[in-house]
């Protein structure tokens, strides 16, 4: 795995394909690149770059607060690196989604389009003002405690334990692996510092004062890839143990709030990822690559 320093930390990348960057992944909460490989590897002959944010995966903790100003900024620093194309196609998952909408915000002259799968809205919020306590903690959304448990585990040196789980949990549940993803995957969930960089990304995206920054309209193409709603509500009653009425109550919310992130674009298209939960790139992969491709 390729290292360079950004000056505020050392970021671990991986590029596919050889020539400027095209393409521009960025990752979901307290995920690593590896779990793009096998994706980033059908877009060989589209030079990509996937890589792990400051604190997480092989990449060293960030000297700067964990806000997505901030991990936009460590972003260009990093594409300052490298040979890119003037405008890139940003791809943005889950959390990622956020921070791809931001730099399209921040930097229009390096965005050609921006991919939001299944991304965190600014109104994420909606979900503890709409559900009730019960909805609220049935619909997953607090990460909160399950980073502190990861954050628990893997400081007292107990992340072997938690590997065989781990395995049977998303990316894992979604994508089989080669030997040398699943390593880099399970070594990065195993660490301490994966989990403290998590919660803090978290809860600097839950900050008001943190998202004023989302200013302005993306002149650019951006098209927002939605999980499908029967996928997700199988899902949450089964993992969730939801009842069905819970389950779609929390998902009719859920594809408001991500819609709502379709104010920042004057020119946005949405779609529905029919075999997909919320790991769309894994599920629905010829989708979003030929969604990608249709951006060059």
Same mark, same amino acid.
């Given at each position: 795995?390729?290292?360079?320093?950004?000056?505020?930390? @050392?970021?671990?990348?991986?590029?596919?394909?050889?020539?400027?960057? *095209?393409?521009?992944?960025?990752?979901?909460?307290?995920?690593?690149?590896?779990?793009?490989?096998?994706?980033?590897?059908?877009?060989?002959?589209?030079?990509?770059?996937?890589?792990? @944010?400051?604190?997480?995966?092989?990449?060293?903790?960030?000297?700067?607060?964990?806000?997505?100003?901030?991990?936009?900024?460590?972003?260009?620093?990093?594409?300052? *690196?490298?040979?890119?194309?003037?405008?890139?196609?940003?791809?943005?998952?889950?959390?990622?989604?956020?921070?791809?909408?931001?730099?399209?915000?921040?930097?229009?002259?390096?965005?050609?389009?921006?991919?939001?799968?299944?991304?965190?809205? =600014?109104?994420?919020?909606?979900?503890?003002?709409?559900?009730?306590? *019960?909805?609220?903690?049935?619909?997953?959304?607090?990460?909160?405690?399950? =980073?502190?448990?990861?954050?628990?585990?893997?400081?007292?040196?107990?992340?072997?334990?938690?590997?065989?789980?781990?395995?049977?949990?998303?990316?894992?549940?979604?994508?089989?692996?080669?030997?040398?993803?699943?390593?880099?995957?399970?070594?990065?969930?195993?660490?301490?510092?994966?989990?403290?960089?998590?919660?803090?990304?978290?809860?600097?995206?839950?900050?008001?004062?943190?998202?004023?920054?989302?200013?302005?309209?993306?002149?650019?193409?951006?098209? =927002?890839?939605?999980?499908?709603?029967? *996928?997700?509500?199988?899902?949450?009653?089964?993992?969730?143990?939801?009842?069905?009425?819970?389950?779609?109550?929390?998902?009719?919310?859920?594809?408001?709030?991500?819609?709502?992130?379709?104010?920042?674009?004057?020119?946005?298209?949405?779609?529905?990822?029919?075999?997909?939960?919320?790991?769309?790139?894994?599920?629905?992969?010829?989708?979003?690559?030929?969604?990608?491709?249709?951006?060059?």
């Amino acid at each position: 795995m390729n290292t360079v320093d950004i000056g505020t930390a @050392r970021i671990a990348y991986r590029i596919f394909g050889s020539g400027p960057i *095209k393409i521009v992944i960025e990752g979901s909460l307290n995920s690593c690149n590896a779990e793009w490989w096998n994706f980033c590897s059908d877009l060989i002959d589209l030079p990509v770059l996937v890589y792990d @944010r400051a604190g997480y995966g092989n990449s060293t903790k960030s000297s700067l607060d964990r806000t997505p100003k901030n991990i936009v900024y460590e972003l260009s620093e990093l594409l300052n *690196k490298f040979e890119t194309e003037k405008e890139l196609i940003i791809v943005g998952h889950s959390q990622g989604g956020l921070y791809a909408t931001l730099f399209a915000l921040v930097h229009p002259e390096k965005t050609k389009a921006v991919i939001l799968l299944d991304p965190l809205s =600014l109104t994420d919020g909606r979900f503890k003002t709409e559900l009730n306590e *019960k909805e609220f903690y049935s619909s997953g959304v607090d990460k909160t405690k399950a =980073l502190k448990m990861g954050k628990v585990l893997t400081g007292m040196r107990f992340g072997f334990i938690i590997r065989g789980l781990l395995k049977k949990a998303p990316p894992f549940y979604y994508e089989k692996y080669d030997k040398e993803a699943e390593k880099y995957i399970l070594s990065a969930l195993t660490q301490k510092k994966q989990y403290e960089t998590a919660l803090l990304e978290y809860e600097n995206a839950h900050k008001a004062e943190n998202l004023k920054v989302f200013i302005g309209k993306i002149q650019k193409p951006v098209l =927002l890839i939605r999980h499908n709603d029967k *996928k997700m509500i199988e899902e949450m009653m089964y993992f969730g143990n939801c009842e069905k009425a819970v389950a779609e109550k929390i998902e009719y919310l859920w594809q408001s709030v991500m819609r709502d992130m379709l104010q920042f674009s004057n020119n946005a298209e949405e779609i529905s990822a029919e075999n997909s939960s919320h790991y769309i790139h894994l599920t629905d992969r010829k989708l979003v690559i030929d969604k990608i491709k249709g951006f060059i």
